[in-house]
């Protein structure tokens, strides 16, 4: 029987700005994707989620491609991908939690998704969460079941580094430090992330005001857009969390921006594939309210990938820098915002769906 069942919270990783050098770290590439945990138990096998919600539904590819590799009783911990044209794409992922079931087909199908292992936590009616990582490693790597995609790992920091740079081209996250003597620790944060960071300058374009706040009283986010080579202004992300003394004093700040006209994002002056604010999606039914601003004033803003082709978006919510006064808005372009090497994605995802 296996000696562990879902769900498990999986362990996690807090962040880190430099990797060190040591030799007490197991470093890994840290994969773009979604979490999941595989149980296989005989016939049965269930692909977890971080949250501890069952995938199955959305990836019916991969369950038949695990369950023709992997042991009968084995529990795994790694992460869902889809990769395509040599590069993982998140954006195609997201797309596969569908609630339709002729579009998970379709989907399947068109964007097939892998998984990949980095950790093992039970085999056969064995667990080894309470093994260090590197036990849990050597073990890992022991699984020789063709078709499974098992994580690279070195302990050389000079690699890590190296793999920082190179598998960025891939579209991987960053990189993953494990203490080698540490167990697996379900919901702790034992592990470190490094992850690639930047900047760019952006036009702040409008903002919404703070839901706990009545409207022109405090700001909750400003609206950021750069421009593309045709001089077209696409909403590019937000940047908030800020303290609530400065979204009062930002209410104020830039009330005298506040307009009703012409404005790039607004009537006339939209373009055909604009990305623009507030709009519809599968993920909100219904548009989101924002207040136009005059387009003067110019925010660095730090953020760590972007998204969603050409143009693109920032990911995440971009944390504030400073404000720019010395940029002129026009300046604020796409050209500033870094694009990694390509490098070859077979080389880490040999055994992937074609």
Not at 300 to 319: D, I
Request: charged fraction near 25%.
């Amino acid at each position: 029987m296996l000696p562990l069942s879902p769900p498990i919270k999986p362990m996690l990783a807090r962040p880190a700005k430099t990797i060190p050098d040591t030799a007490e770290l197991l470093f890994e590439p840290k994969w773009d994707g979604f979490r999941c945990l595989v149980f296989r138990d005989g016939g049965e096998l269930t692909l977890q989620s971080r949250a501890g919600k069952p995938l199955n539904r959305y990836f019916p590819e991969v369950l038949a491609q695990l369950g023709a590799v992997l042991p009968e009783q084995v529990v795994l911990d790694g992460e869902l991908v889809v990769a395509r044209d040599g590069h993982l794409d998140f954006d195609a992922l997201t797309e596969r939690i569908h609630p339709a079931a002729s579009r998970v087909t379709l989907l399947a199908e068109q964007t097939p998704a892998t998984f990949v292992a980095f950790d093992l936590l039970a085999l056969g009616d064995e667990s080894l969460m309470d093994e260090p990582t590197s036990v849990r490693r050597a073990r890992l790597e022991k699984l020789t079941a063709e078709g499974i995609n098992i994580t690279p790992a070195t302990q050389d920091p000079a690699t890590a580094r190296e793999w920082f740079t190179l598998f960025e081209g891939a579209g991987l996250d960053g990189v993953i430090g494990k203490p080698l003597d540490e167990p697996y620790s379900p919901g702790k944060r034992v592990m470190a992330k490094y992850k690639h960071a930047r900047t760019a300058d952006c036009v702040v374009a409008g903002l919404r005001w703070h839901a706990d706040s009545e409207p022109g009283e405090a700001v909750g986010s400003l609206l950021l857009g750069l421009y593309d080579d045709n001089g077209v202004l696409h909403h590019v992300g937000v940047v908030g969390s800020f303290p609530v003394a400065r979204r009062r004093e930002l209410a104020t700040e830039l009330a005298e921006l506040i307009t009703d006209g012409e404005h790039p994002w607004l009537g006339d002056a939209v373009v055909e594939g604009q990305r623009l604010p507030g709009g519809v999606t599968r993920w909100r039914s219904t548009e989101q309210p924002w207040v136009p601003l005059r387009p003067e004033r110019v925010v660095e803003v730090g953020y760590e990938h972007t998204e969603g082709g050409q143009p693109a978006r920032f990911r995440h919510t971009a944390q504030f820098a400073r404000w720019r006064p010395d940029r002129e808005p026009a300046s604020c372009g796409y050209a500033q915002l870094d694009e990694p090497a390509r490098y070859d994605l077979e080389s880490l995802l040999p055994s992937r769906p074609k």
